[in-house]
Nanobody, 125 residues
Framework: QVQLVESGGGSVQAGGSLRLSCVAS????????MGWFRQAPGKEREFVATISWSTGKTHYADSVEGRFAISRENAKTTVHLQMTSLKPEDTAVYYC??????????????????WGQGTQVSVSS
């Protein structure tokens, strides 16, 4: 199965930037898709951004639109999340996810079969 490893998390002050990366061990379908979710303590895991590997189309949560950007590296099956203008409410564990059914591109956890271990992002005011 697909192995996902996130990196790039850390602590920054409000207004700062971080770039998260996630490398997948392999692509397991022609409809492969990858995305980012986040989960703060005591809260539900929420959608952040997703990208279709075949089309390159992206979708973002309203809360991060205009501040975050998801991108891919095709040769390495790697996805990045460039986060700018970070806010304290962005603090969470960020999880990389992948799916064999990227055609749906649903911004929900149930659309993804594979998950990384998560990387902590902490934003102080």
């Amino acid at each position: 199965q697909v192995q996902l490893v996130e990196s790039g998390g850390g602590s920054v002050q409000a207004g700062g930037s971080l770039r998260l990366s996630c490398v997948a061990s392999e692509r397991t379908s022609n409809d492969f898709g990858m995305g980012w979710f986040r989960q703060a303590p005591g809260k539900e895991r929420e959608f952040v951004a997703t990208i279709s590997w075949s089309t390159g189309k992206t979708h973002y949560a309203d809360s991060v639109e205009g501040r975050f950007a998801i991108s891919r590296e095709n040769a390495k099956t790697t996805v990045h999340l460039q986060m700018t203008s970070l806010k304290p409410e962005d603090t969470a564990v960020y999880y990389c996810a992948a799916t064999n059914y990227g055609a749906l591109l649903l911004p929900i956890t149930t659309a993804y079969e594979y998950w990384g271990q998560g990387t902590q992002v902490s934003v102080s005011s």
